[in-house]
Nanobody, 117 residues
Framework: QVQLVESGGGLVQPGGSLRLSCAAS????????MGWYRQAPGKQRELVAM???????NYADSVKGRFTISRDNAKNAVYLQMNSLKPEDTAVYYC???????????WGQGTQVTVSS
């Protein structure tokens, strides 16, 4: 089992920055992929960024050049640095973890990010 806990959300003005953190606990050695998804009101959950154990990284086109995902295996954590935030980035952001050996997906409880003046 893997537990994921997010932190770092909040209210920020357009053009501002936030850094989200996700701490993993449990069978953390087995997590192959970690990432971030988001869900805005009335919309489906969508991929924001994902990082594999071999530093393979994917970003949604809408955040390329503005968001940076990183992973600290020693601290069992994944981060999302969000710069040049836009109102359309407003959503609940979820941490995601995937264990390949059991084909299991894990989710955090979500953290709200609101971009508004």
């Amino acid at each position: 089992q893997v537990q994921l806990v997010e932190s770092g959300g909040g209210l920020v003005q357009p053009g501002g920055s936030l850094r989200l953190s996700c701490a993993a606990s449990g069978s953390i050695f087995s997590i192959n992929v970690m990432g971030w998804y988001r869900q805005a009101p009335g919309k489906q959950r969508e991929l924001v960024a994902m990082i594999g154990s071999g530093t393979i990284i994917n970003y949604a086109d809408s955040v390329k050049g503005r968001f940076t995902i990183s992973r600290d295996n020693a601290k069992n954590a994944v981060y999302l640095q969000m710069n040049s935030l836009k109102p359309e980035d407003t959503a609940v952001y979820y941490c995601y973890g995937y264990v390949a050996t059991t084909k299991s997906s894990y989710w955090g409880q979500g953290t709200q990010v609101t971009v508004s003046s």
